[in-house]
């Protein structure tokens, strides 16, 4: 829906609703008003984040894994069942919870506490196979298997397909936000419902001032069916509620969207889920796990301040790490109901206006975060810990192999083949004990991107790292490609490389591997038939960086090209930098000890919105202060977060710099101990998310 330049005007001069409504039939006011104006009305068929009809849902699939896997082996919900991943579990079903088994369970233990307890192992890719598959015996052969959620992601991609086919096309706004997880902006669509159930409410406003107060809703109470209603004070209720305004009957049609949706889940899929319905993704994501499984939460507005108030801080989205723990210290407490009595000065003069007014509102239930309706992956990747290390090139590239595989039949889904989509970036992670290093460099955009050209581009950036030496022992690696353009058709890939004069110019870097004097550009010319591939050179020389191509920092390309946006590519937002996928780690989820082979694995934990590996939740946590600093830098416009310069998230952080320094045809480094112009450590007393005007 696009709205004119006017009406948009007109939308954000908008007063804050009344405090409260003046009361039904009292003599002052025989007609009884809404505390809503006409102006709240356009605000929420138009999506406004700070309009307070707004409703947004947030759905989560019960048992994610378990599920997937039980539906598929027709094991019914009664059945204690749980998936493991080595000596692990990492999704354990709602029969199996009741014994006491969770996430941090090991099968072993689990099965003392419930010997009925059925426990599938995860899909792997076997080593030398070119295709994962249930393994019986990979919890005992951690060191050749690596853990495929092939059949996750392809359960999400149909959970998502399914949740978009069911809401009106013009009217949803959808935003995947994990594997499992979606939020929906419902605000358009309840809109529409309103209009529809409420002709009244359809007209111009009567004065034609749009800040007129719409009439009471002409209802006198409002089923919630077996919706959990969170109450204004002490608790909660199903019951109807009297004397509604139209934030509640707003609420009120969401949570019909939602159980309608939900239904047809179970329905099409067979997944139960949970979810959470509320003003803000903030509300409504602590909501859907309020009350688990195939449940749903309701928080209206009055019930916001209530429902928080029982949290602990670091329970809200983004008060999870770093900055949680520094309002928690501040003021010497973890509870919302307490933080609640801090007044919005201190909250400014501790942690900056903007931080400081940010957590003022968040506990008060107040977020203006969007719903981001982006809901296709940014990026591929591929990963494995080694316990113990591996020690040599040919171990590194046996890896590499199971990673291009893994990674090529993921491409193969996102419409590689037909060139619907196309990774522009690829890059290796590296761990060398403490030290994590990565390398990356662009993706030639003509000819096909098959298992061959992948693995020579994985492993000339191996090549890249072993030349700075310091490599093996290697405890992790992982390959990941980004930065996916849509709709690439060949010809205007390939177009890109032939300038005005016709000549050709060499590609990226296979054309290392190549035979001196041998252009891949012709070799992949799609207008004649392919030459043979000459052969790989075999040993270390395959790892030198092609000839005439060189690290760079932007600007000018590996092969002296420009690496400016070549003709037919899209311009790329900030949001490029935001990749995002499922959880697709390779470790175990749980702090479960590994097998008897083997030392203890540390639980991989992963960035739900980049793909950042860590080691440590603590590592994540920081990595997500630095997202979340980033998106208020986004909203705010005006501010920077100091913390995007001061301090290196993850060798691989999405970064708002990355465009410009890995633009196409650039190659680029990285390393956790070496940023360029960025001090290594914040300055002492300096908080990770403050906040300067920029110069
Ligand atoms: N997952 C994982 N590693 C984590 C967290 C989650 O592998 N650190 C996987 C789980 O296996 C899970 C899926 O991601 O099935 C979704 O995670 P989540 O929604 O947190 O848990 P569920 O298992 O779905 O359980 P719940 O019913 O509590 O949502
Ligand atoms: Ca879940
Ligand atoms: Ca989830």
Aim: net charge neutral; with cysteine.
């Amino acid at each position: 829906m696009s709205w004119s330049p006017e009406t948009q005007s007109f939308l954000k001069h908008s007063p804050p609703p009344a405090a409260s409504p003046p009361a039904r039939g009292s003599s002052q006011s025989p007609a009884p008003k809404s505390q809503f104006t006409h102006r709240h009305l356009l605000q929420l068929a138009a999506f406004y984040a700070s309009c307070p009809l707004r409703v947004v849902a947030h759905m989560d699939i019960d048992c994610f894994y378990a599920q997937a896997e039980m539906i598929k082996r027709g094991i019914t919900p009664e059945k204690p069942f749980a998936v493991q991943q080595w000596q692990g579990l990492i999704a354990v079903n709602y029969a199996a919870r009741a014994f006491g088994i969770s996430r941090h369970t090991t099968a072993t233990e689990a099965k003392k506490l419930c010997p009925a307890l059925q426990c599938q192992h995860v899909a792997t890719w076997k080593e030398g196979d070119d295709k994962w598959a249930y393994h019986d015996d990979a919890a005992a052969n951690m060191a050749t298997h690596k853990v495929s959620l092939d059949p996750y992601r392809k359960e999400s991609r149909s959970l998502v397909a399914l949740v978009k086919e069911n809401l009106p096309p013009h009217l949803q706004r959808v935003e995947k936000a994990s594997i499992d997880e979606v939020f929906l902006d419902l605000s358009a669509h309840v809109h529409a419902v309103l209009m529809q159930r409420f002709p009244e409410l359809s007209g111009p406003p009567p004065s034609d001032d749009p800040d007129e107060r719409l009439p009471m809703p002409s209802v006198l109470g409002l089923h919630w069916q077996d919706d959990l209603l969170v109450g204004i004070d002490d608790g909660e209720t199903t019951a109807e509620l009297e004397d509604p305004d139209w934030d509640d009957v707003a609420m009120n049609i969401g949570s019909e969207i939602m159980r309608g949706l939900r239904t047809e889940v179970r329905r099409r899929l067979g997944y139960t889920s949970s979810a959470g319905v509320a003003s803000n993704k903030m509300l409504s994501k602590l909501g859907s796990a309020h009350k688990k499984p195939n449940s749903q939460t309701i928080i209206r507005r009055r019930a916001a301040q209530n429902f928080l108030s029982g949290f602990k801080l670091t329970k809200i989205r983004n008060l999870g790490g770093k900055l949680g723990e520094q309002v928690c210290m501040a003021f010497m407490t973890d509870m919302v109901v307490e933080l609640l009595k801090v007044p919005i000065e201190q909250c400014r003069h501790r942690f900056g206006d903007d931080t400081g007014t940010w957590i003022y509102n968040v506990i008060r239930g107040v977020d203006h975060n969007e719903v981001n309706p982006r809901t296709q992956i940014n990026s591929i990747l591929s990963a494995k810990s080694f316990r113990p290390a591996i020690n040599t090139t040919d171990q590194a590239i046996k890896w590499l192999r199971i990673f291009v595989a893994d990674v090529h039949s993921r491409l193969v889904e996102e419409g590689i083949l037909e060139n619907r989509r196309r990774p522009r970036t690829i890059s290796l992670q590296h761990r060398h004990g403490s030290q994590a290093r990565s390398r990356q460099s662009a993706i030639p955009q003509g000819g096909p991107l098959d298992h061959e050209t992948l693995l020579d581009l994985a492993t000339n950036l191996l090549g890249q790292l072993s030349l700075e030496g310091g490599v093996w022992p290697c405890s992790n690696l992982s390959l990941t490609v980004s930065g996916f353009e849509e709709g690439v058709r060949n010809n205007t890939a390939i177009d890109s490389f032939f300038p005005k004069g016709g000549h050709v110019l060499p590609m990226a870097p296979p054309v290392a591997l190549l035979k001196p004097g041998t252009s891949r550009a012709a070799e992949e010319d799609s207008t004649g038939p392919a030459p043979k591939r000459p052969r790989r050179p075999d040993g270390i020389e395959r790892f030198f960086p092609p000839k005439g191509v060189q690290k760079t920092k932007g600007g000018q390309s590996m092969l002296g090209r420009p690496s400016g946006k070549q003709p037919g590519q899209q311009q790329r937002g900030l949001s490029d930098a935001y990749v995002r996928d499922e959880y697709m780690s390779d470790e175990p989820a749980s702090r479960a000890p590994a097998n008897h082979q083997q030392t203890p694995v540390a639980p991989g934990y992963t960035c739900d919105q980049c793909d950042a590996g860590f080691e440590t939740g603590t590592e994540l946590q920081c990595h997500q202060d630095w997202h979340f600093a980033k998106e208020l830098q986004d909203q705010e416009g005006r501010v920077r977060p100091r913390v995007a310069r001061n301090a290196a998230p993850t060798t691989h952080a999405p970064d708002n710099t990355s465009n410009s320094q890995h633009g196409a045809g650039a190659s680029s480094s990285s390393s956790s101990s070496r940023r360029p112009g960025r001090p290594k450590k914040t300055e002492p007393g300096q908080g990770r998310l403050n906040f300067e005007p920029f110069e």
